[in-house]
């Protein structure tokens, strides 16, 4: 069966801090890979998205993220860490088979001052 | 402005009656999604459409209902059958019939039974 694995629930780093939170996947073919923020009580953001080409992509509010087939994963990072970054954060595959997302469990970010 | 727009933001029901979550969207996107998203787990896929009047089963679809008359709207019914309704709910939209889209989502209802 297709999923996305995000290993950790809860992640806390130091403002200022880089940040890297990790992402898997089990799919057949290399899927269509997304990263969603969501702050508390709102809809998902699109941060960033893989299709093809370039395996390191960029994306809004300074986050980068790099798919890795040898290694079924599409971490995301930052730099450095601010505190408007607190959030969970989701990834997402999409085989565009049935055009459905399939989404991890999230990973929830709090920034120490 | 183009956008998605769930309401209400806050619903309660009681046991045994039946809810509507209404969902908009003027994207003019084809295709359109139900996610219940509780706690550490994520985001489940309820019901999804990708053209007026057809709708398909997701993960999660029992005890809910679906319509898709309108390109526009995707309102989700939750039934007195759905055992634990309490959630989150998100709507999303997105295109199809063309590769490498993302969804784009609403600001979601969270339902609380009482």
């Known amino acids: 069966a297709q999923s996305v694995t995000q290993p950790d629930i809860h992640i806390t780093v130091s403002e200022g801090a880089s940040l890297e939170l990790r992402c898997n996947y089990s799919?057949?073919?290399?899927?269509?890979l997304f990263w969603y923020v969501q702050s508390p009580g709102q809809g998902l953001q699109l941060l960033l998205k893989?299709?093809?080409?370039?395996?390191l992509v960029q994306g809004i509010k300074g986050f980068e993220a790099e798919f890795k087939r040898s290694q079924s994963s599409f971490n995301l990072r930052k730099p450095s860490v601010h505190w408007s970054d607190a959030a969970e954060y989701f990834c997402?595959?999409?085989?565009?088979?049935?055009?459905?997302?399939?989404f991890g469990g999230g990973t929830r970010l709090m920034v120490k001052p | 402005d183009g956008g998605i727009t769930q309401s209400p933001k806050y619903l309660f029901r009681k046991e045994g009656q039946n809810v509507t979550l209404s969902c908009e969207q003027n994207?003019?996107?084809?295709?359109m999604y139900w996610y219940r998203q509780d706690p550490g787990q994520g985001l489940r896929l309820i019901y999804y459409?990708?053209?007026?009047?057809?709708?398909q089963k997701g993960d999660i679809a029992e005890g809910y209902s679906v319509s898709r008359e309108k390109k526009e709207s995707f309102p989700l019914t939750v039934t007195s059958a759905q055992k634990n309704p309490t959630a989150f709910y998100l709507c999303?939209?997105?295109?199809?019939?063309?590769?490498?889209?993302?969804?784009?989502f609403g600001q979601g209802t969270r339902l609380t039974v009482v």
């Open positions: 999303a939209s997105r295109r199809s019939g063309t590769v490498n889209t993302e969804a784009f």
């Open positions: 799919y057949g073919a290399t899927p269509y």
């Open positions: 893989y299709f093809s080409g370039d395996t």
């Open positions: 997402a595959a999409d085989n565009n088979a049935g055009n459905m997302l399939t």
């Open positions: 994207l003019n996107h084809d295709a």
């Open positions: 459409s990708q053209i007026v009047n057809d709708f």
